[in-house]
């Protein structure tokens, strides 16, 4: 990863919501901001590689993982939580979209200091405004959790909030995945999270493992290796631990399906399921 910007898995990701608009007009999932915010990155061969016809299967699946959370914000918001966290946001547009600011929503963005003052020079550069609903949190996960940077920039903890947290859980170790998830459960009744996660490889069929075993190994030569993986029974009884005591837990190809009819008879099946999962938990009574 370089310091001062988005990782390639967060550039690859961005890249992914961006193509989707241009090659499938964002049927799944609309983002204005996507493209423009990509801005001298449509260079990058990672970028590049998303906008390639063959890779329709994967822009599928990222847009519906992305609609996902972000329908997982309005229940949110329509039960009360009127405080929204990306954690690690790299290029993430919801807080300059941010839907719900009308209700009073705020939007908090946390990311490593020079990454934040990356994006913040990108937004400046590409036009696209900042608004008040939206506040950035730095923090160096290498010196301290996100608690405290959020409390700093003024993060309410005696009010229920959201958090967005995509694409960072594999990265991160066991104890780091479950230190976050126990502040969100600490927060007031109410709180709760999207994330996702991969299964152990040796649960994979051969050829899954196969695939597995080269985005492994793109990611680690990348300078971001996969450091942690669960099994769904494991990760859904720690959860409960916690203080979750429901949880959504949806493969990715079954995500991709879900979201199919509204991408329209041209949308791309989804890609090959390599044992990837989304999750939608919080905290209080089960609905």
């Given at each position: 990863m370089q310091v001062g910007r988005p990782s390639s898995t967060a550039r690859a990701a961005a890249a992914l919501r961006a193509a989707h608009q241009e090659l499938e007009g964002g049927r799944v999932f609309p983002d204005p901001l996507a493209l423009p915010i990509l801005g001298a990155d449509t260079g990058d061969p990672v970028v590049e590689a998303a906008f390639r016809p063959e890779r329709g299967d994967v822009r599928l699946t990222v847009a519906a993982r992305a609609r996902f959370a972000e329908d997982a914000v309005g229940a949110a918001v329509a039960r009360?939580?009127?405080?929204?966290?990306?954690?690690?946001?790299?290029?993430?547009t919801f807080g300059c979209r941010n839907p719900y600011g009308s209700a009073g929503l705020r939007v908090f963005e946390v990311d490593h200091p020079a990454t934040q003052e990356w994006k913040r020079h990108r937004l400046a550069e590409s036009g696209i405004a900042?608004?008040?609903s939206l506040t950035f949190a730095p923090v160096d996960f290498e010196r301290s959790g996100p608690a405290d940077g959020l409390r700093a920039v003024g993060f309410d903890p005696g009010h229920p909030a959201f958090f967005l947290w995509l694409g960072v859980v594999p990265y991160l170790t066991r104890a780091a995945v479950f230190a976050t998830l126990g502040f969100i459960a600490g927060l007031p009744t109410g709180s709760g999270v999207v994330f996702d996660y991969g299964e152990p490889p040796e649960s994979l069929p051969?050829?899954?493992?196969?695939?597995?075993e080269q985005r492994a190994d793109w990611a680690a030569r990348a300078g971001e290796p996969f450091l942690s993986h669960f099994a769904p029974v494991e990760l859904r009884a720690a959860l409960r631990d916690l203080g979750f005591p429901t949880a959504e837990d949806i493969r990715y190809g079954d995500l991709a399906a879900r979201y199919t009819e509204a991408a329209g008879p041209d949308a791309a099946g989804a890609p090959p399921d390599l044992g990837a999962h989304v999750v939608h938990t919080w905290t209080g009574a089960v609905r």
């Amino acid at each position: 990863m370089q310091v001062g910007r988005p990782s390639s898995t967060a550039r690859a990701a961005a890249a992914l919501r961006a193509a989707h608009q241009e090659l499938e007009g964002g049927r799944v999932f609309p983002d204005p901001l996507a493209l423009p915010i990509l801005g001298a990155d449509t260079g990058d061969p990672v970028v590049e590689a998303a906008f390639r016809p063959e890779r329709g299967d994967v822009r599928l699946t990222v847009a519906a993982r992305a609609r996902f959370a972000e329908d997982a914000v309005g229940a949110a918001v329509a039960r009360g939580v009127r405080q929204c966290v990306v954690l690690g946001a790299g290029l993430d547009t919801f807080g300059c979209r941010n839907p719900y600011g009308s209700a009073g929503l705020r939007v908090f963005e946390v990311d490593h200091p020079a990454t934040q003052e990356w994006k913040r020079h990108r937004l400046a550069e590409s036009g696209i405004a900042v608004p008040p609903s939206l506040t950035f949190a730095p923090v160096d996960f290498e010196r301290s959790g996100p608690a405290d940077g959020l409390r700093a920039v003024g993060f309410d903890p005696g009010h229920p909030a959201f958090f967005l947290w995509l694409g960072v859980v594999p990265y991160l170790t066991r104890a780091a995945v479950f230190a976050t998830l126990g502040f969100i459960a600490g927060l007031p009744t109410g709180s709760g999270v999207v994330f996702d996660y991969g299964e152990p490889p040796e649960s994979l069929p051969p050829e899954q493992r196969a695939v597995h075993e080269q985005r492994a190994d793109w990611a680690a030569r990348a300078g971001e290796p996969f450091l942690s993986h669960f099994a769904p029974v494991e990760l859904r009884a720690a959860l409960r631990d916690l203080g979750f005591p429901t949880a959504e837990d949806i493969r990715y190809g079954d995500l991709a399906a879900r979201y199919t009819e509204a991408a329209g008879p041209d949308a791309a099946g989804a890609p090959p399921d390599l044992g990837a999962h989304v999750v939608h938990t919080w905290t209080g009574a089960v609905r």
